[in-house]
């Protein structure tokens, strides 16, 4: 099986559970959306946690191929994080990311894992100043026939 997610156009769904630094748990729903713009990958996308004082989180990434195979470059901007530099790593049915901002104050890192029926699990954490921020795990399933 091939990956579809960050390679072809298409629409994203998330579901899944947000931790907090201290560890309590809320559930998360979100969406992506890629649109493939001459050389460049746009990718947007926002992300909701529900609980006593729910919050939206968004994403605009530009993803650019390098002269690495299975590897691609991204930068995005975050509202509140700032300018994001990153990398995806392409390892078997694994994407891996890892970013930090340009101030070198926040970073993370996460894995998208292709599943059999073309959804990915998705783990990842966000850290400031060396800290846990914050970690998630969800499913990223396709939305067929809406690109």
Known sequence: ?????????????????????????????????????GAERHL?????????APVRFTNRYVIRET???????????????????GTFELAGESILSRYVSRDRV?????VLTLQADGSYHNAGVSMKNGRRMSA???????ERGRT
């Open 67 to 85: 002269d690495r195979p299975f590897t691609l470059t991204w930068q995005s901007f975050n509202p509140v994080l700032g300018v994001l530099e």
């Open 1 to 37: 099986m091939e990956h579809t997610y960050l390679l072809r156009p298409g629409r994203w769904r998330a579901e899944g559970t947000y931790y907090d630094e201290t560890g309590r748990s809320f559930p998360l729903a979100g969406e992506t959306e890629l649109v493939q713009e």
């Open 136 to 142: 998630w795990t969800a499913v990223l399933s396709e």
């Open 106 to 110: 926040y970073s993370g890192c996460e």
């Open 44 to 52: 947007d996308g926002w992300m909701e946690v529900s609980g006593p």
